[in-house]
């Protein structure tokens, strides 16, 4: 039998993941942004998994992540796999919500592929504030 993956989305894909940005369709992206298949958020003022520590910081970010209602969130950390302080996933997991850590490179991947599967996924890739002036 043979499989063919259809990519069933017609909305965002990420394309290139570097140290200085990551590009979305044809735009690069170098701060901290929110990805859904139908939306890109590229105003979050958060740049390392650390942020999320502040409790004030924590559900700020939350609200944002619960707006279109994902079945699984995907953090991606930066050029390295780092985690989120336990709070954080507990508090996603209250609202019946999957929290996947990766590097950026590795979230990217995961979301192009669940994007593509039609599932409900927000990506939240972090990027150091230095590399805004880099690209």
């Keep these: 039998m ?12 990420v ?3 570097t140290a200085n940005g990551v590009r979305v369709d044809n735009q690069l992206l170098t701060r901290s942004f929110l990805l859904t298949p139908d939306r890109i958020e590229a105003d979050i003022a958060l740049d390392t998994v650390q942020g999320l ?6 559900s700020r970010i939350i609200e944002r992540l619960l707006v279109p209602q994902p079945e699984l969130v995907l953090l991606g950390t930066g050029t390295r796999l780092q985690f989120p302080s336990p709070r954080f996933q507990a508090a996603l997991l209250r609202h019946g919500i999957g ?5 950026n490179a590795a979230a990217a ?3 192009n592929l669940l994007a593509g ?3 409900r996924v927000v990506a939240l890739f972090l990027l150091p504030a ?3 002036n880099a690209g």
């Design 2 to 13: 043979d499989l063919h993956l259809e990519n069933g989305s017609n909305g965002h894909q």
């Design 15 to 17: 394309r290139e993941c």
């Design 53 to 58: 520590d502040d409790e004030a910081e924590s």
């Design 99 to 103: 929290l996947e850590s990766m590097d």
């Design 109 to 111: 991947r995961t979301f």
């Design 117 to 119: 599967e039609n599932r």
């Design 130 to 132: 230095g590399v805004a």
